[in-house]
């Protein structure tokens, strides 16, 4: 069921009146049931999966909570990480490691048959173990009170706008908005409408930009240069306006609810640099990955190679949740490079500017990095990309080596539909940019804001394919 | 235990905003998505093709005998010039109806169009491609223009039906290619002409008359995916065409479901990569069989005696294919028909036209 779909549109409509009429404890039950039903219409198996997880975890944060022997407590969190892994290694990686290792002993020479299993990527379990493995290691550390409820915790593990494709909840943000009594207000439903409206008219874009992608990434050693860098740059619009016209939706659904999801995405194509861009780009997982895996890995304290080993380390693993592929590793890893790159380049500005008294004012040649640093930024995320989006790693090479070795005609003209739908981006983007906050349209003019409306209605009529694409990010 | 609460806060507030973009789409829908002239200057595609067929082929024909409705294999395929001299009838009696990815219901408006005239024909053949089955094809522009409520409920499979449904109340999304036209034109008309070759079929896309090589294979197995992806059973195109068969036997026309014949490989790669497809539309023409309608299944190009070289790609015919489709169109109506063979004296001079380029219009708009 995805969002974008009329039986969205039905389920929505049957469970969201309910919601609004109904005592807290029934309201919570409610939004529970409708959750797992949202879930189970992917695929009912899996919900046997999700219940595992809430249960196990559920019962070790009651554990965590009477337990005061340290040795205990990290026994306990230990069991609901390894658990919550195991069924994510299980279902994501075990082809993944099984194949890897197949071909490392054949270039040793060693032929190996192993047991292979067609299993089945279940919906979101990539969000919904890192959502529950956050409240448990939250709980051990004592940074988040034991949930003692067991609907809520479930609630806050399945809650339906944010467990396919995140964003991932900080224990903190949303277990207590869970567990307290929720009102809804006029302007909630109005600003989570709006939300939603720019999600469907982001999402709609996406949709139109695929073909453009699919051209240059299925076939790479037939297109033209053109074509294959209209490619590259379509599908850093299309993962932009897909994934955050998900979250939009998502958010948009949960604040007419009454529930606040935070924001996972705020115009990354506009950062300076890559750490930047990480603050800007999917900023949940970024969050996520800094709590759970760089600070305990060490963070920042230590070495300078201390801090790039950290930082190596979260990408390749940021790399690899995105999916059992070598070329997610790829990605991840230059993505590292690049921010151990940025770090020795602050490192090397700060030396610079150590023996001077006071900054001086930005001057031209300022103003001249700013742009260069910024087109240095776009040009790793899309090169980046390349790997993200691309079959196999060869088909990345073969996508970045035909733009290297410019071939065939500079048909300008080819990429007069990526500059329409640039445009449209542009027009929802532009605003939000401009104000700095993602519902600066409901501070203009009613008349303004009503045309806006208008216009997003009308594009997402005009632009959306005939057919539902599912949003990228489920496959993660 | 409380059931019932009221969680919202406050008084709703007068949706100010709301009534201007509601204004603003109801003018888009009536002055707009309704208009006529949106429809007839920026249809393009398929609304095009029908309207131009029946400008430049229908109203001037002085008296039809033979239509031939279809896709672009009977488009390309069906010469007039040569069926009339196969069959020894009048010049301007066999009419090329068939449009780029032309469906039942493309047959059926047509039909509907030209009835005045067409009615008057002997033969109607309706040309029958196998993927028309696929449930999964989306709707033409022709499908949201020309539909009554009644077809949109009934005459197509489920999730068109929903489209169209959609469509029917609010005309801005059935109008959505028209829209986008107008708007990437600049209110600039679309160009609307039949450019007919010589011997009266439509014009060709450029190369069409080199025939298929083994080279070709990637381009066969992409069209072959294009056609069949996602396929599910759908019955709604032959309901489509079963209407169209009673509308032209009550008008007194014999009616003829030809499906043309396939390349070799693509026919195998059918049957190897889609056997449940290739099934349910031997079923299907079965079943239009047993309804009474004359079904010539010449899928099997072997059987009907064509060699590759008759091949441009997986169905489309070169030249040499063009005078054995046409061929065998004749000998068929003159079965169907007997009085339609009428011995009037070939015109000696004609040759197979020299073909130039489609123009761009031309294509098929199924979304």
């Known amino acids: 069921m995805l969002f974008n779909t009329w039986q969205f549109a039905l389920f929505f409509l049957a469970v969201y009146p309910l919601y609004l009429i109904a005592a807290f404890r029934i309201q919570t039950i409610g939004l529970l049931a409708a959750s797992w039903f949202f879930y189970a219409c992917w695929d009912w198996r899996f919900l046997f999966l999700l219940l595992t997880s809430t249960t196990v975890d559920y019962y070790i944060g009651k554990r965590l909570a009477v337990c005061e022997d340290a040795g205990q407590r990290r026994r306990l969190v230990t069991v609901s990480i390894a658990t919550n892994l195991t069924f994510l290694g299980f279902f994501k990686y075990y082809n993944f490691f099984t194949d890897s290792a197949v071909g490392l002993l054949r270039l040793m020479g060693i032929e190996a048959h192993p047991w292979l299993l067609h299993v089945v990527l279940p919906v979101g379990i990539s969000f919904y173990t890192f959502q529950a493995m956050a409240y448990t290691i939250d709980v051990y550390r004592d940074r988040s009170k034991t949930c003692s409820d067991f609907v809520t915790f479930a609630l806050y593990v399945a809650y339906f706008p944010h467990l396919v494709a995140g964003p991932i909840q900080r224990t903190d943000d949303l277990l207590p908005q869970l567990a307290r009594p929720r009102k809804v207000s006029w302007d909630q439903i109005g600003s989570g409408a709006v939300l939603v409206l720019v999600g469907l008219a982001r999402k709609a874009l996406a949709d139109r930009l695929a073909p453009y992608v699919d051209l240059a990434f299925n076939a790479p050693l037939e297109q033209s240069s053109l074509i294959l860098v209209r490619g590259v740059v379509a599908f850093a619009l299309q993962i932009y306006g897909d994934f955050a016209g998900y979250t939009d939706i998502a958010r948009g659904i949960s604040r007419m609810m009454g529930i606040e999801l935070i924001q996972n995405f705020r115009w990354p194509y506009l950062s300076r640099n890559v750490q930047e861009f990480w603050q800007r780009w999917h900023i949940s997982l970024s969050r996520w990955l800094r709590d759970y895996l760089y600070i305990p890995l060490g963070g920042n304290r230590g070495s300078r190679a201390m801090i790039f080993r950290n930082l190596m380390i979260t990408m390749l693993l940021g790399g690899l949740w995105h999916g059992a592929s070598w070329n997610f590793v790829v990605w991840g890893g230059i993505h590292g490079v690049a921010l151990v790159v940025h770090r020795v380049w602050l490192y090397l500005l700060q030396q610079r500017r150590a023996g001077r008294e006071q900054p001086e004012p930005p001057d031209r040649a300022d103003r001249l990095a700013f742009v260069a640093s910024w087109a240095l930024t776009l040009a790793v995320v899309l090169v980046t990309g390349v790997f993200f989006r691309a079959h196999t790693f060869a088909d990345a090479m073969a996508v970045l080596s035909g733009i290297v070795h410019w071939h065939g005609p500079l048909a300008v003209k080819r990429l007069g539909g990526l500059a329409g739908l640039l445009v449209a981006l542009a027009l929802i983007d532009g605003p939000q940019v401009r104000a700095g906050e993602h519902e600066a349209c409901r501070r203009w003019p009613w008349v303004l804001q009503g045309l806006y409306y208008a216009f997003l209605v009308l594009l997402i009529v005009m632009v959306r394919p005939s057919s539902n694409a599912p949003f990228l990010y489920f496959q993660f | ?367």
């Open chain 2, 1 to 367: 235990m409380r059931w019932f609460n009221t969680n919202l806060e406050g008084r709703p507030p007068l949706p100010k905003a709301v009534l201007v973009a509601l204004a603003t789409l109801l003018v888009m829908e009536f002055g707009l998505a309704r208009q006529e002239w949106l429809w007839t200057q920026f249809g393009g595609g398929g609304l095009n093709a029908i309207q131009s067929r029946i400008d430049a082929i229908v109203t001037p024909s002085p008296d039809p005998l033979v239509v031939v409705t279809g896709s672009s294999r009977l488009r390309i395929g069906a010469s007039p010039l040569q069926i009339e001299q196969a069959l020894g009838v009048p010049a301007g009696s066999v009419l090329n109806l068939a449009v780029a990815a032309g469906t039942p219901f493309d047959a059926l408006t047509e039909y509907r169009l030209g009835r005045d005239k067409l009615r008057s024909a002997t033969l109607l053949v309706i040309g029958l491609d196998d993927f028309y089955t696929n449930a999964s094809w989306g709707v033409t522009l022709c499908d949201r223009r020309y539909a009554t409520l009644d077809e949109r409920l009934h005459d197509y499979d489920p999730p068109q039906v929903r489209t169209l449904l959609i469509g029917w109340l609010w005309r801005t999304c059935d109008a959505q290619r028209a829209l986008q036209r107008f708007l990437a034109r600049g209110g600039r008309p679309m160009p609307y002409h039949a450019e007919l070759e010589p011997d009266r079929r439509c014009r060709l896309a450029e190369g069409w008359d080199k025939p298929a090589t083994p080279a070709d294979e990637p381009k066969l197995v992409e069209t072959l995916e294009a056609f069949y992806q996602n396929w599910r059973p759908g019955s709604g195109r032959l309901r489509q065409l079963r209407k169209l068969a009673a509308l032209a036997r009550s008008d007194g026309l014999k009616v003829l479901v030809v499906c043309t014949p396939l390349a070799p490989r693509y026919r195998q790669l059918v049957h190897e990569r889609y056997p449940e497809a290739e099934a349910y539309f031997g079923r299907c023409l079965e079943q239009l069989r047993a309804e009474g309608l004359e079904v010539l299944d010449w899928r099997d190009s072997t059987a009907v005696g064509w060699p590759p070289a008759a091949f441009h790609d997986y169905g489309h015919p070169t030249p040499l294919g063009v005078t054995l489709l046409s061929r065998m169109l004749a000998d068929a109506a003159a079965r169907a028909c007997p009085e339609l063979r009428r011995g009037v004296t070939p015109d000696p001079a004609f040759r197979l036209p020299a073909m130039g380029p489609a123009p761009a219009d031309d294509e098929s708009d199924a979304q």
